[in-house]
């Protein structure tokens, strides 16, 4: 069973790099497109972007020019870094896998961790 | 963008009854050289992440109880609870997969009546 485990640091401050990283256990990394997706507190959820175990990306315009997602397969792990940050990125972070061949509906989810930004 | 809507917003139903939960996309999902509508239903219980009830818009997946099934195609789309149970409670969202951006709808909030 594949399981996902989101790290990071819990606060950011505004204008700084919100950095968080997806440890994939229980299955390889490899020949699935992984993503992210954050919530706002008591809100819908959003998607970031999603990265192909090769590399290739795809990201949401509405972030696109913040955000880049990177993925190591030595380490079985894939990260995110969001930039210029604001109190609008206040939100619990998802990391999920996303598809095989191509990137359809998210079938395994991390547990989710908040990130608060503030001074 | 591909915008899904779902209807109603919150839902109450009494224990037994049937639920009901749409969405409706901005533009078809579905894909015509293989016939498959793009569309996901997920559940979200406080305090957990969402978990995947539906793909390609009636593929319920493994371990999901037969009394969810998801039904529609095109732009209207529907998520149905035969017989509430109380473990159902929670906010259910959609989501196309057909092109990027992905999009979820706003989610649909069920609670017991």
């Known amino acids: 069973q594949v399981q996902l485990q989101e790290s990071g640091p819990g606060l950011v401050k505004p204008s700084e790099t919100l950095s968080l990283t997806c440890t994939v256990s229980?299955?390889?990394?490899?020949?699935?497109?992984w993503s992210w997706i954050r919530q706002p507190p008591g809100k819908g959820l959003e998607w970031i972007g999603y990265?192909?175990?090769?590399?290739?990306?795809n990201y949401n315009p509405s972030l696109k020019s913040r955000v880049t997602i990177s993925v190591d397969t030595s380490k079985n792990q894939f990260s995110l870094k969001l930039n210029s940050v604001t109190a609008a990125d206040t939100a619990v972070y998802y990391c999920?896998?996303?598809?095989?061949?191509?990137?359809?509906?998210?079938?395994?989810w991390g547990q989710g961790t908040l990130v608060t930004v503030s001074s | 963008d591909i915008v899904m809507t779902q209807s109603p917003d919150s839902l109450a139903v009494s224990l037994g009854e049937r639920a009901t939960i749409n969405c409706k996309s901005s533009?078809?999902?579905?894909?015509?050289?293989?016939?498959?509508?793009?569309l996901a239903w997920y559940q979200q219980k406080p305090g957990q992440p969402p978990k995947l009830l539906i793909s390609?818009?009636?593929t319920r997946e493994s371990g999901v109880p037969d009394r969810f099934s998801g039904s529609g195609s095109g732009t209207d789309f529907t998520l149905t609870i035969s017989s509430l149970q109380a473990e159902d409670v929670a906010v259910y969202y959609c989501?196309?997969?057909?092109?990027?951006?992905?999009?979820f709808g706003q989610g649909t909030r069920l609670e017991i009546k």
């Open positions: 990265i192909y175990y090769s590399g290739s990306n």
């Open positions: 390609w818009a009636s």
């Open positions: 533009q078809s999902v579905l894909y015509s050289s293989n016939n498959k509508n793009y």
């Open positions: 229980g299955g390889s990394i490899s020949n699935y497109y």
């Open positions: 989501q196309q997969y057909y092109g990027a951006p992905i999009t």
């Open positions: 999920a896998r996303v598809g095989a061949a191509r990137p359809y509906y998210f079938d395994f």
